[in-house]
């Protein structure tokens, strides 16, 4: 057993961290992210890849601690598990470049995170396929070139890549409140060729699958970082901040808070790693949809503890939006949700303590 | 990083498994299992198994007898106890005063006590809480007054786990007055049969006589029973309990009591949805906490020694205990009387003892996030 990180390891975590801690705020940094390497995570050696889910973790924390706003969970986790699974590598290595960005239309409305739940069908037309239906919540969709679309072809699900201008595809857009880029998306007889299929016919579901379990890992080490800044705000606070002539940090009462939030902050950092972990080793979609969902559950519970024990010990100034906890906050908010919340990832766990593993061996318990 | 263990870990994992299996007398086992109270003379007979395979004491260096293990291994070895229902011996010896006396004891100290500790010839108790001192362990007002070569202790000990049982007490006795209270405190050891010594069993709200109030009246004990210097008790008395929390967590057996608890639910045909999740809650927690104490104990193989953090552990791992044995009492309804409540009632103990979870939540304010 060995917890240290690599040389190589390192030099991630400090290069996103540095770019974490500057102003990154608006401004264009696919370019950039692209020439660190950065959208190469995960992807094969032969392509400039390197590293696995433990390096995303590395860059998500960072990304969470300085609250950058990114398409990266979407556009190179999600889309580029996706296409990875699919054996896609001239779409993959478009990815890698920045060439060309992905993201996945694959949630419906009324479907509450459920990604079986397609009702968007493609009829085959001779040589191509017509898709129609409405994908809700579709995260990063204005800066991807093509869209990566679950729709029926009979029983089964398949994935197509449907370019974002292609005839027939709208997008309605509203503001997030933690400032991603989100739109319901339409879909009106969209003619999709052969070659736009993702994976086999038929085979979507377990591609998605793989990508959101990878997506959510990404995001619980976000959830981590973020976690992470706001703890930090709340110590640093109170210690400053001054009440019946004595810093408010010296009241047990507000003491004990912290120590609650600092644990949890603890039980969080663990289980991302552990998710990470998971998905570096785990082959058995089981046990890996078990590992992932512990670890969402238990992040977005104590992700809304932290956040909001941290605008409640900051008083009124927590409340402003001029201040940056607040902001954390409202990603944290988001990030509980986004890819099924505690409840729908505590329910999924259950499911898979129950299911016989792919295997055919009990999941395992310890 | 590298998470799984090496071809030597689980090598060594076998080896203590298979020797479990073969040395465990199978009448423990089937208390322990059963969640039975042992008896001095089970703890004794294991004792002495472990004891003559060189197995006691990991938390020992090896000249006194320690087993040289990494504290990877010592981990292994602590899940196979558990999983083998095996019983976990009594800590107040072996890694309470052993690791004091190593610490801070001379060579004739080491001689005298520490080969009896790991045969399990003597056991020992713990004399630190007082009527009027728990959590503020420092106004304690038992006295060792200088008489002589001797201390004459007079005072009162108590909630004592295993007094009726133990050969000898390691007691915090104040023996001067300072104008600060953690001073003038020292760390003696005392004979049980000393003349003066009673022991008085206190019954839990469970029913059980684990515990006991310890008078001692003009108890006379030699100077050079006193482990390290005058005055140095305070000290001594911080860096045992840091030694006990850490192993407090028990995520093995919280484990095993986990499936216990799947079982119960499983043949009881309980299907309450809300009771499956706060279940499930609870199995993702321990989850969490058994890979944080993977950490520290990474941290630990780095030759970092243990922490505040292992405050984390103590809070959460016995939140843990008492949540599932909470669960397990509302798994079976009506029917829990006889035996979940008992235990139910018993475990509410381990958020008080070790340093309550409020004092460890201080340690993590003041130490950890320097408030």
Redesign the interface.
């Known amino acids: 057993?060995?917890?240290?990180?690599?040389p190589e390891?390192l030099l991630i975590k400090d290069s996103v961290a540095r770019f974490a801690a500057g102003d990154h705020a608006g401004g264009e940094h696919w370019p950039t992210f692209a020439e660190l390497g950065w959208l190469a995570i995960g992807a094969p050696e032969d392509l400039g890849g390197f590293g696995g889910p433990?390096e995303t973790l590395l860059l998500m924390e960072q990304f969470g601690r300085g609250r950058v706003v990114s398409p990266y969970v979407a556009q190179v986790v999600f889309a580029g598990t996706i296409l990875r699974a699919a054996e896609r590598t001239e779409l993959l290595q478009r990815l890698v470049e920045g060439e060309e960005r992905f993201a996945v239309a694959y949630e419906e409305p009324h479907a509450r995170y459920d990604a079986s739940r397609v009702a968007t069908a493609a009829v085959r037309d001779g040589d191509v396929y017509v898709i129609t239906g409405t994908k809700a919540r579709v995260l990063d969709p204005s800066t991807a070139d093509t869209l990566i679309v679950s729709a029926r072809t009979g029983d089964e699900i398949t994935l197509f890549a449907v370019p974002r201008d292609a005839q027939g595809v709208t997008l309605a857009k509203y503001d997030a409140e933690d400032g991603h880029d989100v739109a319901n998306v339409r879909l009106e007889s969209v003619r999709a060729g052969a070659s736009a299929i993702l994976g086999p016919l038929g085979g979507g579901l377990a591609l998605l699958e793989l990508g959101l379990d990878h997506a959510t890992g990404a995001l619980c080490a976000e959830g981590l970082g973020l976690m992470s800044t706001m703890l930090e705000a709340t110590?640093e606070y109170?210690?400053q901040r001054q009440q019946f002539g004595v810093p408010i940090?010296?009241f047990?009462a507000l003491?004990?808070r912290?120590?609650?939030m600092?644990?949890e902050l603890?039980?969080?950092?663990?289980?991302a790693?552990?998710a990470a972990?998971t998905l570096g080793e785990e082959q058995d979609p089981v046990a890996r949809r078990r590992g992932i969902s512990?670890a969402k559950?238990?992040i977005a519970k104590s992700g809304r503890f932290v956040g909001q024990q941290a605008i409640q010990l900051h008083g009124g100034i927590g409340m402003s939006e001029e201040y940056k906890v607040g902001h954390y906050f409202k990603r944290m908010t988001h990030v509980e949700r986004l890819l099924g919340d505690a409840d729908f990832h505590?329910?999924r766990?259950?499911a898979a303590?129950g299911a016989k593993s792919e295997a055919g061996t009990p999941a395992p318990?310890? | 990083?590298?998470?799984?263990?090496?071809p030597e870990?689980r090598a060594f994992r076998e080896e203590v498994r298979a020797f479990i299996a073969e040395r465990l007398p199978a009448d423990i086992r089937r208390k322990v299992q059963a969640g039975d109270p042992l008896v001095k003379d089970d703890y004794a007979r294991w004792h002495r198994i472990l004891s003559e395979r060189g197995w006691v004491a990991p938390s020992w260096p090896q000249q006194y007898g320690g087993t040289g293990w990494t504290p990877?291994q010592k981990h292994i070895f602590e899940e196979e106890i558990s999983y083998g229902w095996a019983p976990r011996l009594l800590p107040f010896g072996l890694s309470m005063v052993a690791p004091v006396i190593i610490e801070f004891g001379n060579d004739e100290q080491r001689a005298r006590y520490l080969p009896k500790i790991h045969t399990g010839e003597e056991f020992w108790c713990q004399g630190y809480s007082e009527p009027g001192s728990g959590s503020d362990l420092a106004s304690l007002q038992t006295r060792a007054e200088r008489n002589g070569d001797n201390y004459v202790i007079n005072g009162t000990k108590t909630w004592i786990t295993a007094a009726q049982w133990a050969d000898w007490i390691f007691v915090l006795a104040r023996t001067s007055q300072e104008p600060k209270k953690q001073d003038g405190i020292s760390f003696i050891l005392a004979d049980m049969k000393t003349p003066g010594v009673t022991v008085r069993p206190i019954q839990t709200i469970d029913g059980g006589r684990e515990i006991n109030e310890v008078h001692l009246e003009n108890v006379e004990v030699p100077v050079a029973n006193r482990v390290g210097g005058e005055g140095q008790g305070w000290n001594i008395a911080k860096f045992l309990l840091e030694h006990e929390r850490t192993g407090t967590a028990g995520i093995p057996g919280c484990?095993q009591q986990l499936?216990a608890l799947y079982e119960l639910l499983a043949h009881e045909h309980v299907d309450d949805r809300r009771l499956?999740?706060r279940v499930?809650?609870v199995?993702?927690?321990l989850?969490?906490?058994a890979?944080?104490e993977?950490?520290t104990?990474?941290?630990e193989?780095?030759g970092k020694r243990p922490g505040p953090?292992s405050s984390?552990l103590k809070?959460?791992g016995t939140e843990i205990q008492q949540a599932i044995s909470e669960l397990a009492l509302d798994a079976l309804g009506p029917y829990a009387e006889r035996h979940l409540a008992p235990k139910y009632f018993n475990y509410r103990k381990t958020s008080i003892y070790a340093g309550s979870n409020?004092i460890?939540?201080?340690i993590?304010?003041?130490r950890?996030?320097?408030?």
């Open positions: 057993m060995d917890f240290t990180l690599s390891q433990l110590v109170t210690k940090g010296s047990q003491q004990h912290m120590a609650e600092f644990i603890e039980l969080a950092r663990s289980m790693y552990l972990m512990a559950a238990q505590l329910a766990f259950i303590r318990v310890g | 990083m590298d998470l799984a263990f090496s870990e990877v484990r499936e499956h999740e499930a809650q199995e993702i927690e989850e969490a906490l890979f944080t993977l950490r104990l990474a941290a193989s780095a953090e984390i809070i959460k409020e460890q939540k201080n993590i304010a003041k950890i996030l320097k408030l």
